[in-house]
């Protein structure tokens, strides 16, 4: 109500400033007629009152009070003008004009072109409803939109889905606010269009979801193998420790009677008072092969102990050269063959166990010695480096296949598998060097050389200043 006072008063002060000044110039020629009366005729000054009093002031008066009428209505204002007036067009997003009823007025041509309507045509009568859709959802929408326009006179971001003329549907991020003009009141609506970015958000949250449910799909494999691994570990740690008190056992088990058979042996040897020559044969057979299973059962505990960590290394500086003839003269003693070892008047101290690195020298020409010809040399090589001391134990047989040398070192892993008498073995040996070389911080290996037969070398550091 003050605000359609306030409007008339605004119209009213320069409507009444016309006539007034109009009747006041009148009152003075009025004035100066009388004032000068001698000099016109009394038709004359007659004639001109008439006109001003009787004319011009009453046409001015009426038009004053229809001007003046609250109730008298301006012609409308062209939409168009104010579409140019707001540089509507101009603006880079979708745009409509709307009145108060949500009929469109006018719309730029960024707005045409998305919703496929004609640019210069007029809006003839067309609604905010028929580009939203008639759904329930979309009523409320729009009512709220309009109401919202109402009460605020602005708002600040709304979305909304319009439909071309084909029926496909748009999605929009905007804004709207209230044009305010003397014949009315209009609401302004611009937008960005963000169908395609819907869209993109859409197929990728169809792809995230597809990747989510693959993701699942293959976490759940996942944990089922981890289940059958962490299955199979335990079983396999159950059976480990299963053959580790078997071995234990039966080794201790088995000592024992093989350390009374061999002294039984040789009490008979040597107390037989009637010894024929097939009782002697019979005696060197008995204690060969009880030696024999108790070199066996020595590997075998031996490789126990050092799988598990049980035995205790006296790393000290060595010299290389007198564990090489120890291990020889043992190898002789034995019955063993002739060795050649190399003249090496200065070698550096090697870090070593002595009593390990002569076991690993010992096992290293036994298997040398066995699958050597008969007659046939073994020889052993020594070669220094600044940081480690290589020895190599070279047989003269028939060498390896490839693929069993990088396997030669696995436990109970036999190259030879045959019962020659020659190569009676069980995979210990090689397996025992390997893991006393490493316990010394060493390496092991095996090749074939090129005129014939392995070489099995071992690399041992140099002890420091």
């Known amino acids: 109500m003050r605000t359609k006072t306030a409007d008339n008063r605004t119209r009213t002060v320069p409507a009444l400033a016309a006539p007034l000044t109009l009747v006041a110039l009148a009152g003075l020629w009025s004035l100066g007629t009388l004032a000068l009366g001698a000099r016109f005729q009394p038709w004359e000054a007659a004639a001109g009152s008439f006109l001003v009093w009787g004319v011009t002031v009453p046409l001015l008066f009426a038009a004053w009070l229809r001007r003046a009428d609250p109730h008298h209505e301006a012609p409308a204002s062209d939409p168009n003008d104010l579409l140019r007036s707001l540089a509507w067009q101009d603006l880079p997003d979708p745009a409509l004009v709307l009145d108060e009823q949500g009929k469109i007025l006018l719309y730029n041509r960024h707005l045409a072109d998305l919703l496929d309507m004609p640019v210069d045509a007029p809006a003839n009568g067309r609604e905010l409803a028929d580009l939203m859709g008639e759904g329930p959802q979309r009523q409320v929408e729009r009512h709220w939109l309009l109401d919202t326009l109402a009460l605020r006179g602005y708002v600040d971001s709304f979305e909304i889905s319009l439909y071309d003329a084909s029926g496909e549907e748009h999605s929009l991020e905007g804004k709207a606010a209230r044009i305010n003009s003397y014949d009315g009141r209009y609401h302004g609506l611009v937008w960005h269009d963000t169908t395609n970015q819907w869209r993109d958000n859409a197929v990728l949250t169809h792809r995230l979801d597809d990747l989510s449910a693959r993701f699942r799909g293959q976490t759940t494999e996942l944990a089922l193998k981890i289940e059958q691994i962490a299955r199979a570990n335990r079983e396999l740690q159950e059976l480990d420790e299963m053959r580790s008190n078997f071995v234990s056992l039966v080794s201790h088990q088995i000592r024992a009677p093989l350390t009374n058979m061999l002294g039984a042996v040789e009490n008979m040897q040597n107390s037989c008072p009637a010894m024929t020559e097939v009782c002697s044969r019979m005696f060197v057979v008995l204690r060969d092969q009880a030696s024999r299973l108790n070199r066996l059962v020595s590997d075998v505990l031996s490789a126990a102990s050092l799988e598990a960590g049980d035995f205790a290394l006296q790393l000290e500086p ?50 040398a010695y066995k699958y050597s010809p008969r007659g046939a040399e073994v020889a052993i090589d020594v070669r220094p480096t600044e940081t480690e001391v290589i020895v190599t134990v070279i047989d003269s047989g028939t060498g390896l296949p490839p693929a069993d040398l990088l396997r030669v070192f696995d436990k109970f892993y036999r190259a030879d598998a ?25 390496r092991i290996w095996a090749v074939n050389r090129s005129e014939g037969g392995a070489a099995f070398s071992f690399a041992i550091p140099v002890a420091g200043p």
């Not at 291990?327 to 050649?340: E, K």
């Not at 995979?427 to 911080?441: K, M, N, S, T, V």
């Open 318 to 367: 060595v010299s290389l050269m007198p564990v090489l003839r120890q291990a020889v003269d043992q190898i002789a003693a034995r019955g063993g063959r002739q060795t050649s070892i190399p003249y090496a008047p200065v070698l550096p101290l090697v870090m070593a166990d002595r009593d390990r690195l002569t076991e690993v020298l010992l096992n290293l020409l036994d298997n």
């Open 418 to 442: 045959g019962d020659d008498q020659r190569s009676y073995g069980y995979g210990l040996g090689l397996h025992i060097c390997q893991l006393l070389i490493e316990a010394q911080h060493g």
